[in-house]
Nanobody
Framework: QVQLVESGGGLVQPGGSLRLSCAASGGAFSIYAMGWYRQAPGKQRELVAAPTRGGSTNYADSVKGRFTISRDNAKNTVYLQMNSLKPEDTAVYYC???????????????WGQGTQVTVSS
């Protein structure tokens, strides 16, 4: 059974940086896509950064130029580098993965448990 484990959240001052990690493990699988979403208090969950089938990355307008997604295929891990953080970035950040079970060929979406990012002075 696939599990997604997120880490790297915490408290940071405005202008600071954090790097979030999301590692997929368990079973035999193939990862089609891994991206990041976030949900602030009182707001709906929104896309932060996710790859497209064309090989590019979709970033929310609010994070373009500040956030960068990357992936280490050997470790089945996706990262979200967050620079120039703003108080508006405060939210619970969730990893989402589209994964195919190599034995059943079934494709499913998995979510991490979420990691809190708080930007405050």
């Amino acid at each position: 059974q696939v599990q997604l484990v997120e880490s790297g959240g915490g408290l940071v001052q405005p202008g600071g940086s954090l790097r979030l990690s999301c590692a997929a493990s368990g079973g035999a699988f193939s990862i089609y896509a891994m991206g990041w979403y976030r949900q602030a208090p009182g707001k709906q969950r929104e896309l932060v950064a996710a790859p497209t089938r064309g090989g590019s990355t979709n970033y929310a307008d609010s994070v373009k130029g500040r956030f960068t997604i990357s992936r280490d295929n050997a470790k089945n891990t996706v990262y979200l580098q967050m620079n120039s953080l703003k108080p508006e970035d405060t939210a619970v950040y969730y990893c989402k993965a589209e994964i195919q079970n190599l034995f059943t060929s079934i494709i499913q979406h998995y979510w991490g448990q979420g990691t809190q990012v708080t930007v405050s002075s």
